[in-house]
């Protein structure tokens, strides 16, 4: 027996309407917000997320499947994550010209070799949104107001908005000596991976999850404090364009995210109570990346929303209760001759939008009518010899016991 690969999974019909409504909630939201949709391949040239992700991140140092290409022998990656291929394609097709800002959306799998466990999967499902040619923090208000009005449609609570602000080329550099220093004097209770961050990247001890590490980032310095003018005014900006549109927060100096291209604001929104792997939605501004992969200079702000995490809170709330419509009819049908028939009445109605079936495995009478139960059909219609000569039938409704007479051929549903 071949099973699946560790940390992907099969959907089934049964999950799929609630990934399909959530999903529809999603793109109709980024379309108001005047998002398009964008479709990039699911492979990559590796160069592409070693530069637009950053070669000192988990993501491209330990989790990336990579591999040769068959002909050209050339180093092909599934890709991790989204922005790094949007950024491509928005280069590639000439859209860096086009009237700014360019905001684009998709809906895709995500590929990471990571350790699997709840909300954490090696194949997994994303939302995401990209917006370039703004530097503005009322871009960054609207990629957040977009991400908050996708949680609040799918009516779950007690999820925070987090946002931090991790400062620019300006300020980096203090902030980061003031890190080095800090963590410097720790050394020896740090984790391996932290003893190498230190000199590669600091800013990624405070997102550290060993908790010896968690304790001693929780004393560090803070972004906030060590903003440059610019960096300070854009991040007071973002809070009170959040205040007037009426979005909660917090600020957390311990939001700094994991991906190498993130400057000024960032945010994550975290739910409470379903376990470890609770950030629902990662995101913040990436002002280099355009140019650190050959475009003009373009700023950039995105967010990534994971969709299993997201149903795990929607499950935690008890908001996953959505299924797929049931049929409107069933057609029971008594011999070769009716189950013929009965194929031509389903298309029929199928023809005319109805949601119908009919019995084409063979089952008696008896099965048949609690298949029909089963499936929740809300009209029967037997089928037998006698209803084909005369040409009428009755049609039941399953709700009330009610029948009514219908003519074969012509009879509509409501
Ligand atoms: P985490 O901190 O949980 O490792 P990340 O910073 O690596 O997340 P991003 O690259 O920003 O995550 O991805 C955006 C979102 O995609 C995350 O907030 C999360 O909801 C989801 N996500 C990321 N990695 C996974 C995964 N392996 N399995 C399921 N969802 C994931
Ligand atoms: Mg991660």
Known sequence: ?????????????????????????????????????????????????????????????????????????????????????VARAIIENGKCSDPMPLKFYYIISCFRHEKPQAGRSREFFQFGTEMFGSESPASDATAIALAASVIRRLGLKNIKLHINSIGCKECRPAYRSALVSYFGAHTDKLCDSCKSRLDKNPLRLLDCKNPDCHDIAKDAPKTTDHLCEDCHSKFEMLKSSLDAMGIEYVVDSSIVRGLDYYTGAVFEFIAEGIG??????????????????????????????????????????????????????????????????????????????????????????????????????????IVGDSEIDSGKAQLRNMDDGSQTEVSLDNFNLA
């Open 1 to 85: 027996m071949i099973q699946k690969i560790k940390g992907t999974m099969d959907i089934l019909p049964s999950e799929t309407p609630l990934f399909r409504y959530i999903e529809g909630i999603m793109r109709e939201e980024a379309e108001k917000y005047g998002y398009g949709e964008i479709r990039t391949p699911t492979f990559e040239n590796t160069e592409l997320f070693v530069r637009g992700v950053g070669d000192t991140t988990d993501v491209v140092q330990k989790e990336m499947y990579t591999f040769q290409d068959r002909d050209e022998g050339r180093s092909i990656s599934l890709r991790p994550e989204g922005t790094a291929s």
């Open 276 to 381: 470890a792997q609770s950030t629902v939605c990662g995101g913040g501004r990436y002002d280099g990346l355009v140019e650190s992969l050959g475009g003009p200079k373009l700023s950039g702000i995105g967010f990534g929303m994971g969709l299993t995490r997201i149903i795990l809170a929607m499950r935690e709330q008890g908001l996953d209760n959505v299924s797929e419509a049931k049929p409107e009819l069933y057609v029971a049908a008594l011999g070769e001759r009716a189950q013929v028939a009965a194929l031509g009445i389903v298309e029929r109605l199928r023809r005319e939008g109805h949601k119908c079936e009919c019995d084409i495995v063979g089952r008696s009478l008896k099965a048949q009518m609690k298949y029909a139960n089963k499936i929740g059909a809300r009209y029967t219609l």
